[in-house]
């Protein structure tokens, strides 16, 4: 297995929902990352997780809480988000050695209103 | 100034024709530079990784990295309809789970 998967596809939330994206990978890579895209620009690093530890967060809104069970799975917990979180959220993951290649996933495409 | 510069586009070309993309940086920590591709709706996919001055091939693709004056290019050769999509360079400083600074894109068509 040599993707990153993402669920849902698509997510639409109001601003009072709590909702959580999924990304999982079977590549046995143990750095895992979420990364926001808007419309026509490139992805922003929000976490990156190394070992199962959240080792970078970009100064992310409280309203995002990541988490990481095990070295497979990385979730997105979403709550109270505003409109101009509506994005592409996309999960990577990589070996976590030298060199280190970050694959994507599809992305969950939200939209908040 | 931002750390990466990458011309927006459109760049639009005919089949066949070869295709030069390229981005300049202005941090000279950057140690490793990749090349994505993404469709649009779709999550970026790695074409190329390097990690030393000069030129790596990979099929049609040909990365080539200059430290000495922070400038890197793609080169795709015998360019497809197919190969219409934006590209991105990306950078960083360190290896082992680290962040990656995208350039901002560059979106080309390749006219059949």
């Known amino acids: 297995d040599t993707e990153v998967t993402q669920t849902p596809k698509h997510l639409v939330m109001g601003m009072t929902n709590k909702k959580s994206l999924k990304c999982e990978q079977h590549m046995g890579h143990r750095a895992m990352y979420w990364y926001k895209q808007k419309a026509k620009k490139p992805p922003e690093l929000m976490f990156v997780y190394s070992y199962e530890k959240l080792s970078i967060n970009e100064s992310v809104p409280s309203r995002f809480s990541p988490e990481c069970p095990n070295s497979s799975l990385l979730n997105l917990h979403l709550h109270a988000l505003q409109p101009e979180d509506s994005a592409l959220y996309l999960c990577?993951?990589?070996?976590?050695?030298?060199?280190?290649?970050?694959?994507f996933g599809p992305g969950t495409r939200l939209t908040v209103l | 100034q931002k750390e990466v510069e990458q011309d927006p586009g459109p760049l639009s070309v005919p089949e066949g024709a070869i295709v030069s993309l390229n981005c300049t940086y202005s941090n000279s920590a950057f140690q490793y530079f990749m090349w994505y591709r993404q469709y649009s709706r779709k999550g970026p996919e790695l074409l190329m990784y390097?990690?030393?001055?000069g030129n790596k091939e990979d099929g049609r693709f040909t990365a080539q990295v200059d430290k000495s004056s922070k400038y890197i290019s793609l080169f795709i050769r015998d360019s497809q309809p197919s190969d219409s999509a934006t590209y991105l360079c990306?950078?960083?400083?360190?290896?082992?789970?680290?962040?990656?600074?995208f350039g901002s894109g560059t979106r080309l068509s390749i006219r059949p």
């Open positions: 390097t990690y030393s001055s």
């Open positions: 990577a993951s990589s070996q976590g050695g030298d060199p280190d290649e970050q694959f």
């Open positions: 990306a950078m960083s400083a360190y290896s082992s789970a680290s962040k990656i600074i």
